[in-house]
């Protein structure tokens, strides 16, 4: 028997790829940011989808703070218009 999250991850599957895409090409115009890492945290019958950027070194917290929220807004309104709302609400972004 299929599981309630293996159905929630294939559901998933196509949104996760182009979620994590749009994040990696928007990711680069920001030079303080290194590779991006993506961790999965599954759960009864859902997931979340960590979006994690290692800091570059002399990165201060508000310079941070600021891309976080330029790259959270970004990220809502791509999902919005790519009808992905639920992956978006799944994924969380860590800098």
Do not use: W
Not at 54 to 73: A, Q, R, V
């Amino acid at each position: 028997m299929v599981s309630r999250l293996e159905i929630f991850k294939k559901e998933m599957q196509p949104s996760k790829e182009l979620y994590t895409q749009e994040i990696k090409d928007f990711s680069k115009k920001f030079d303080v940011l290194g590779e991006m890492t993506v961790s999965e945290f599954p759960d009864i019958d859902t997931q979340e989808y960590l979006f994690s950027f290692e800091k570059l070194n002399g990165t201060t917290k508000s310079e941070l703070d600021e891309i976080f929220l330029e790259m959270s807004n970004h990220m809502e309104e791509f999902s919005k218009i790519h009808g992905i709302e639920k992956f978006c609400s799944c994924a969380v972004i860590c800098l």
